[in-house]
């Protein structure tokens, strides 16, 4: 697939540094923003997989954030973005009862690190909405914070939704925002799109007319509503499914059956009827579950059904990326006239 025609011709182009890339959810909204990614790095070879065949120009690298050194990718110097959809952090409380280790949180400091060694002009990082808004986590934000105010930068922590950027999904995203010196003065968060929030029904309507499935209109008057969070689930254990109890009876309420993913839209005999449980609910296959995403419909993903839905139910929502990207482009735009603003000197 080649690299977006709009994006290519657009002014002001970036350039970005991204680790833990994925699926290439927030790549493919910076792009689309502005931003071209001179290295991109992901410790799954499924997901670079997905990222090189969705755009075959990126340098795409399986590489461990831990593991990478940018000593030996001179390319990444003062890139105008360093970014990232990290995985997701447990606060101390949590990782205390369940003696787990701090993997996720080694991630985080370890991309705090790279700051040091890229000195990019900006930084974004995703996470979970907890992270910004619990005390539990307030800890880990110190520490951050310590370390950014001491390489010279200033920093916001915010909560957006999906849903309020043209995602028919309502999913919260925990958000760090840092500039180098006082940029952040000109920093403003996205706002949210006018209008009424696209649904359910909108968006998988004509994917599931594909196979001709008469009840598929039927089942659209229920599904007109905004998409409860998908959840992306552990990549070490369990198959496809939409997330756990909570999040399937919210999915039954839509007329969708989330203990499952399917391989095939409904064909033309399929019965829908909610009050035969299980059997009278539709399953939503990975490529539907990529457009509530926000993904584009012509977006591959790689590998078989659980991995594929791994990758998708993790990525940031590309349409919610654009909008952060241009918010951080807007004030990288006017540093650019006007350098001395970039230094705080």
Request: charged share 25%.
């Amino acid at each position: 697939m080649e690299q977006d025609q709009g994006a290519v011709g657009a002014p002001h182009r970036f350039t970005s540094l991204e680790i833990c890339a994925g699926a290439g959810g927030l790549a493919l909204g910076l792009e689309q923003a502005g931003f071209d990614p001179v290295l991109l790095l992901d410790n799954r070879s499924i997901a670079c997989e997905t990222v090189r065949t969705n755009r075959p120009r990126w340098d795409v690298r399986e590489l461990d954030v831990l593991d990478f050194d940018p000593v030996d990718h001179q390319q990444v110097y003062d890139v105008h973005l360093l970014s990232g959809g990290l995985p997701r952090v447990k606060s101390p409380a949590t990782v205390a009862r369940t003696r787990g280790d701090d993997a996720e949180l080694s991630v985080l400091k370890a991309a705090v690190d790279l700051v040091y060694g890229v000195q990019p002009q900006a930084v974004l990082l995703e996470n979970v909405p907890d992270l910004v808004r619990k005390s539990d986590y307030e800890p880990i934000r110190k520490v951050v914070g310590e370390e950014l105010r001491h390489l010279g930068y200033r920093f916001r922590w915010h909560i957006l939704n999906a849903k309020d950027y043209g995602v028919p999904q309502s999913r919260e995203v925990g958000l760090l925002v840092a500039f180098k010196g006082d940029l952040m003065d000109r920093f403003e968060w996205p706002r949210s799109q006018a209008g009424a929030r696209r649904s359910v029904a909108e968006t998988l309507l004509p994917s599931m007319r594909g196979r001709g499935w008469r009840d598929a209109a039927k089942w659209a008057a229920q599904a007109d509503v905004i998409a409860p969070t998908i959840v992306g689930g552990s990549w070490d254990r369990g198959g496809a499914d939409l997330g756990p109890t909570g999040a399937k009876q919210k999915w039954a309420r839509v007329g969708v059956d989330g203990v499952t993913v399917a391989d095939q839209v409904p064909d033309a005999d399929f019965v829908w009827d909610p009050n035969l449980g299980r059997a009278g609910l539709v399953p939503l296959t990975v490529e539907q579950v990529a457009l509530l995403q926000g993904f584009p419909v012509d977006w591959r993903i790689a590998g078989r059904k659980t991995a594929r839905y791994r990758q998708v139910g993790n990525a940031t929502p590309p349409p919610l990326a654009r909008a952060l990207g241009e918010a951080i482009g807007s004030v990288l735009r006017k540093a650019n006239e006007d350098p001395i603003r970039v230094t705080g000197k």
